[in-house]
């Protein structure tokens, strides 16, 4: 039988581009929805966040966030900062280059993820925020 089940997570992170692990908390939602084969997708709410995937180890971290900031540089001039004046249009810029939202595969009622895989949240603002994240599961059941 087909479930949809939705749920969300809140997640602290610091100064970006600040990158948090978030499997731990995914996956304990896949096994509380009791979907056995499907899909999770999450998307985090706000302008200045991203998710994606990486190796979550120390060196591959201080890497991502290294190959964030030249892709958007926190000292470029951005027209978003004549408008607003908050120091933080590369926190959008690069927020929309890695994107909002992801889709991973549920097989055998766990993340389909690599050995290395984690799922992460990133933070580009230029201060701490709390990233809340929507979660929908889709899928047949346990």
């Given at each position: 039988?087909m479930?949809?089940?939705?749920?969300n997570i809140?997640?602290a992170?610091?100064?970006?581009?600040?990158?948090?692990?978030?499997?731990?908390?995914?996956?304990a939602?896949?096994r509380?929805?009791?979907?056995?084969?499907?899909s999770?997708?999450?998307?985090?709410?706000g302008?200045t966040?991203s998710?994606?995937?990486?190796?979550f180890e120390?060196?591959?971290?201080e890497?991502l966030k290294k190959a964030?900031s030249r892709?958007?540089?926190p000292?470029?001039?951005y027209e978003?900062e004549?408008a607003?004046?908050?120091?933080?249009?590369h926190?959008?810029?690069q927020?929309?280059?890695?994107?909002?939202s992801i889709?991973?595969?549920i097989?055998?009622g766990?993340?389909?993820?690599g050995?290395w895989?984690q799922?992460?949240?990133?933070?580009?603002?230029?201060r701490?925020?709390?990233?809340?994240?929507?979660?929908?599961i889709?899928?047949?059941?346990?």
């Open positions: 039988m479930k949809l089940h939705c749920d809140e997640i992170t610091g100064i970006g581009p600040d990158i948090v692990n978030i499997t731990p908390q995914l996956g939602i896949v509380q929805a009791g979907v056995l084969n499907g999770l997708q999450a998307t985090v709410i302008s966040g998710l994606t995937t990486i190796e120390p060196g591959v971290v890497d964030i892709l958007a540089s000292d470029a001039v978003h004549k607003w004046h908050d120091g933080n249009g926190s959008h810029v927020a929309a280059l890695l994107g909002p889709v991973v595969p097989r055998s766990s993340l389909a993820l050995t895989q799922v992460v949240t990133i933070n580009h603002d230029n701490p925020r709390r990233r809340r994240i929507e979660i929908t889709i899928g047949h059941d346990l």
